[in-house]
């Protein structure tokens, strides 16, 4: 123990007793944090804000207050209340930290560095005072008290060791998490296969001699699942419980009362993965009803926001419908000039099951110099074709390809999922049309076909696709990606793909020239070999302080929903399609909230399509890949429509504060406000099919809306900002605050 209380680390030679702390304000508004290793970038130190700790928030939500720091993976950390947090380097030093978020500075500024090797302890925590409880590696619970522990600065002193036999160190030794509140200390012990786990009270006292814990346990939580890890308390009579892996929810549950806690919300929070502590308040309390939730001071407007108001100019002319176009490129971006295009009509094969259907050709033309194209949509339809978009809303969804070869004799090949209608479709299936073109708007390349192209390839099981970053990032509670861009390329069975699939045998034909093949290549055949019903975010909706959200997506499908097209390895997107299709079922949430924020997903179904056509003259035959959405499919005793990822952390104080002025309003209270026409905005993780993520938007209408309903109090405003554009404007979606 020598190199443990080295430096400032005193060892009393007698006994002491705790010193008497100054009696606290019952507070609210308790600050938690949360140690994030999940991310691979390292770990992060998150703050939430715990903002009626006293009900558990039983009519709220721990707050995403957006602050972060970096926190090292192996570090440990742990609270000391008053805004002091202890960090456990990797290498064992103990520093203390003060958290100066709310008032503009850092999360972790450096108070003191006591040095000393703490990794003797398998674990630390603090009484929120100035107690500090220690399990030392041999078995023995170690106490140390904390000179003026509101600094953060004082000396650390051991007063007492607590034999390894003691029950309660017994308990705390073979707990899956442990935690105090003032004088208490809990612990945690998960479920296993055939009986519920439990958290229980210890009462830990200085008075007298023999045990610290006189009075043995009192059994607080019950119930406590297989998955539940993690737990800690902001003060007396109030528990939070979440899984802290990864690959489970990371949804928070709170309980409070006496002796058996009950349930206060089940969902209190989403997205915690990782250590938690809470800035433990010796005594809680609840706050005024009539305080709008605040991180930190909200810099005063110079200039009032407009009221929300609904756009009520007529909806905009689409481009036109009745045509296809789009744009090939090389690998580097460079044009693809005076390249034949195929235009092949999609969703012929969705009333077939193994048979192999070759599509049918809507229009055949050349890339111009910029590498842009158009076909128009034949004025009379194949009746197939005809059938097909009379079942999607009127639209019809075709593919397009190119293909030539590079000067060092390497097949390339390009495709792009594009959509168009009728003159005389519906006005919503013409805006559809608008939606996924804008979707699709990027250039498409064309991609090296490799010799494992000539052959059929295995398809991976489930268990393999559940590897892949598609399928990880599907099981976390809170939407990360929002619109950022996917990968490029991604992989059905791994975190990610590795190597540039420009560089065949050697040569990199990213930047080679292309022209036409000798003979070319034929029309495409197709197979279905594979199908999956999937859960896909179609809608959100936003409400914060004394609001209520409301999303509506009834009816029939309306939203564009990106391909995926395997290109020897690998996958990537190459456009979208519009789904349009009737749905028997109403679908969305009605007034949910105060401080709710969540996702809509309705069950899609998706195929797995099997390419083949053959080139040179009918030498060469190629097989490829690609996952497409097809109609609203209720699985058999599954939902309409479910809750899908939280986004609670775009809304609150200090994401208003950092949206654009222009992007802001406010509802009167009392009222409503909804956007009903425009695109959505675009959701980068919508679903996840076969192991790969598509994105996906809605075209929001009289059946497809995000709805915001402002509560009575006049006390503050119900403050919304548009995240694309101003509220009258298209946003995309709304914020509340």
């Known amino acids: 123990m020598t190199a ?107 108070v003191r560095d006591y040095g000393g090797n703490w990794n003797a302890y398998e674990r630390m925590w603090s009484t929120g005072d100035n107690r500090i409880f220690a399990l030392h590696q041999d078995g023995v619970l170690d106490v140390y008290a904390v000179a003026n522990p509101s600094s953060g600065s004082g000396d650390i002193t051991k007063v007492r060791t607590v034999p390894r036999n003691d029950p309660a160190v017994v308990a705390i030794a073979q707990a899956d998490d442990v935690w105090s509140a003032g004088q208490v200390v809990y612990t945690l012990r998960r479920g296993v296969v055939d009986r519920y786990g439990e958290v229980k009270a210890w009462r830990y006292s200085e008075i007298g001699f023999g045990s610290p814990f006189p009075n043995g346990s009192t059994t607080v939580v019950t119930g406590v699942d297989i998955k539940t890890r993690v737990g800690w308390s902001p003060g007396p009579g109030t528990i939070y419980t979440v899984g802290d892996n990864p690959d489970y929810t990371g949804i928070a549950t709170s309980y409070t009362g006496a002796a058996i806690m009950s349930v206060a919300n089940p969902d209190v929070g989403a997205g915690i993965y990782g250590d938690v502590h809470a800035d433990i308040a010796s005594c809680l309390a609840s706050p005024s009803p009539e ?38 490129v090389l690998g580097d971006g460079s044009p693809a000039a005076g390249l034949p295009v195929r235009v092949e ?35 009379i339809l194949p009746a197939i074709v005809k059938r097909a978009a009379a079942g999607n809303g009127g639209i019809v969804n075709a593919m397009a390809s190119v293909n030539g070869k590079t000067s060092s004799g390497h097949m390339m090949r390009g495709t792009h999922m594009v959509t168009a209608a009728p003159a005389a479709a519906p006005a919503t299936a013409r805006a559809l049309v608008a939606a996924a073109a804008e979707d699709g708007s990027e250039p498409s390349k064309m991609r090296p076909v490799t010799d494992d192209m000539r052959k059929e390839q295995a398809q991976p099981t489930v268990a393999q696709t559940n590897l892949s970053w598609a399928s990880k990032d599907e099981e976390v509670s809170v939407d990360l990606l929002g619109d950022k861009p996917l990968p490029e390329y991604q992989s059905d069975t791994a975190q990610g793909p590795q190597g540039d699939p420009y560089v065949i045998d050697g040569v990199d034909t990213k930047s080679l020239a292309v022209t036409p093949m000798d003979g070319g290549c034929d029309k495409t055949s197709e197979k279905i070999i594979g199908n999956q019903i999937k859960y896909t975010t179609v809608a959100e909706g936003h409400a914060y302080w004394d609001a209520k959200a409301t999303v509506d997506y009834d009816s029939k499908l309306s939203s564009s929903v990106e391909v995926a097209v395997k290109t020897g390895t690998k996958w990537t997107i190459e456009g979208s399609v519009a789904l349009g299709s009737a749905m028997s079922d109403a679908s969305g949430y009605t007034n949910k909230g105060p401080y709710f924020a969540k996702q809509w997903k309705v069950p899609i179904e998706y195929t797995k399509i099997r390419e083949k056509w053959t080139c040179n003259y009918g030498r060469d035959t190629f097989y490829r890949y690609k996952i497409m959405g097809g109609k609203y499919k209720v699985p058999f005793g599954g939902a309409v429509g479910k809750s899908g990822k939280d986004v609670s952390n775009r809304d609150g104080s200090v994401n208003y504060s950092n949206s654009p002025k222009t992007h802001r309003a406010w509802v009167e209270a009392g009222s409503y406000f909804q956007i009903s026409k425009n695109r959505s905005t675009k959701w980068s993780g919508s679903v996840s099919a076969f192991g790969v993520k598509l994105g996906a938007s809605t075209q929001y209408d009289r059946d497809h809306k995000q709805r915001i309903t402002a509560g009575n109090k006049k006390n503050a405003r119900h403050d919304i900002w548009g995240k694309n554009d101003r509220i009258s404007g298209k946003p995309g979606v709304f914020y509340s605050y």
């Open 345 to 379: 009509a999609l969703d012929v094969t969705s009333d077939s099951s193994d048979d192999e259907v070759q599509l049918i050709t809507l229009g055949t033309t050349v890339t111009a110099p910029d590498g842009t194209w158009t076909v128009p949509l034949p004025p």
């Open 291 to 328: 305080i709008k939730p605040s991180v930190r001071p909200v810099p005063p407007e110079t200039e009032t926001p407009p009221k929300a108001v609904t756009d009520g100019s007529p909806d905009p002319s689409p481009q036109d419908p009745t045509q296809f176009s789009g744009e090939f």
């Open 4 to 110: 443990l209380i080295a430096g400032s680390i005193a060892v009393p030679t007698a006994f002491s007793a705790p010193t008497a702390q100054a009696a606290e304000a019952c507070r609210s508004g308790i600050p938690t944090y949360v140690h994030d290793v999940s991310g691979e970038s390292g770990g992060v130190l998150r703050k939430y804000l715990d903002w009626d700790p006293l009900t558990g928030n039983a009519a709220g939500a721990l707050l995403d207050t957006g602050e972060t720091a970096p926190l090292e993976t192996y570090s440990e950390f742990f609270t000391g209340g008053r805004g002091i947090i202890y960090v456990k380097t990797p290498e064992g030093a103990l520093k203390t930290y003060k958290d100066n978020s709310a008032t503009g500075g850092s999360m972790l500024t450096p």
